[in-house]
């Protein structure tokens, strides 16, 4: 599966993003979508992800609350609502995705997550 992030941009502190990612070339209702970021300088740390069907959603503790991951397995697409952005956000967002033969609560790992595309980046003025 080919999955291509987008929708980042430059914001200020307070403002929303909606981070889309869209995916070729599997059937995208089989896979749990994770997003995932990379600020410049730091590790890659697990944002939130959803299941193959949607029912189940989990977020990274800083981020519960303010943000939403969502999909449209209609449209191949996985969508990370971010609300009352921090300076602390900006990074490099990347989804990625996993085959899951059925639907439970998705892995936090970023190795748990075979596939994964370019990212999208985020920039959170102060």
């Known amino acids: 599966v080919q999955l291509q992030a987008y929708g980042g941009g430059l914001v200020q502190a307070g403002a929303s993003l909606r981070l889309s990612c869209a995916a070729s070339g599997g059937t995208f209702s089989s896979y749990a979508m994770g997003w995932f970021r990379q600020a410049p300088g730091k590790e890659r740390e697990f944002a939130a992800a959803?299941?193959?069907?949607?029912?189940?959603?989990v977020y990274a503790d800083s981020m519960r609350g303010r943000f939403t991951v969502s999909r449209d397995n209609a449209k191949n697409t996985v969508y990370l609502q971010m609300n009352s952005l921090k300076p602390e956000d900006t990074a490099v967002y990347y989804c990625?995705?996993?085959?899951?033969?059925?639907?439970?609560?998705?892995?936090?790992?970023?190795?748990?997550?075979?596939?994964w595309g370019q990212g999208t980046h985020v920039t959170v003025s102060s």
């Open positions: 959803i299941s193959r069907s949607g029912a189940l959603t």
């Open positions: 990625e995705a996993r085959y899951t033969p059925s639907t439970y609560l998705p892995p936090r790992t970023f190795s748990d997550y075979p596939y």
